[in-house]
């Protein structure tokens, strides 16, 4: 599989914003709620490294506080 660059920048861009809000307006503990979110989200992460793309790097950061609350 292939994402063109546009493609792959405007879901960098989403999964960014979306980051970006789950980071300001959830705890450690209360992330799991969204687990539904992140499945999905890791999915089209997925797709972007296969492709060559790397997740924005704020995703990385929220995804990290995500599996630490789940311990």
């Not at 307006?25 to 999915?43: G, M, N, S």
Request: aromatic share 8%; charged share 25%.
């Amino acid at each position: 599989m292939h994402i063109q660059p546009e493609l792959a920048s405007a879901i960098i861009d989403v999964i960014s914003e979306l980051a970006m809000e789950l980071d300001l307006h959830y705890e450690d503990d209360e992330l799991v709620a969204v687990a539904p979110t992140f499945e999905k989200v890791d999915h089209l992460v997925h797709f972007l490294k296969v492709s060559g793309y790397e997740p924005p790097p704020v995703y990385e950061h929220v995804r990290k506080r995500y599996h630490q609350g789940l311990h």
